[in-house]
């Protein structure tokens, strides 16, 4: 059974920087897709970063620059780091995996976290 927990939202002002953690469990974590993505009330959800199994990235337009996805295969954590945050990062943020490169490259997660809330105050 799959699981995957994300953690460290919270609220900062703006300028302030916060790191998210997604555990996961029931993966073969070190050959899995993993993303974050985010959902602002009111708006669809949108993609925000991706890690491949092989450690390639890539980010939205408008996190580059600002936030920087990682993973510890060891510990089968993916981590979100988020600096020079801005009102507009305020969202639900959430923790997706798929085994499936294809769908991958697609944006189709299949399995997902419950989220985690980030508010980021002007």
């Known amino acids: 059974q799959v699981q995957l927990v994300e953690s460290g939202g919270g609220s900062v002002q703006a300028g302030g920087s916060l790191r998210l953690s997604c555990a996961a469990s029931?993966?073969?974590?070190?050959?899995?897709?993993m993303a974050w993505f985010r959902q602002a009330p009111g708006k669809e959800r949108e993609g925000v970063a991706t890690?491949?199994?092989?450690?390639?990235?890539d980010y939205a337009d408008s996190v580059k620059g600002r936030f920087t996805i990682s993973k510890d295969n060891a510990k089968n954590s993916l981590y979100l780091q988020m600096n020079s945050l801005k009102p507009e990062d305020t969202a639900t943020y959430y923790c997706?995996?798929?085994?499936?490169?294809?769908?991958?490259?697609?944006?189709?997660?299949?399995?997902w976290g419950q989220g985690t809330q980030v508010t980021v105050s002007s």
């Open positions: 029931g993966v073969i974590f070190s050959s899995y897709c």
């Open positions: 890690i491949e199994s092989d450690g390639s990235t």
């Open positions: 997706a995996a798929t085994a499936d490169l294809y769908q991958c490259a697609r944006g189709n997660f299949r399995y």
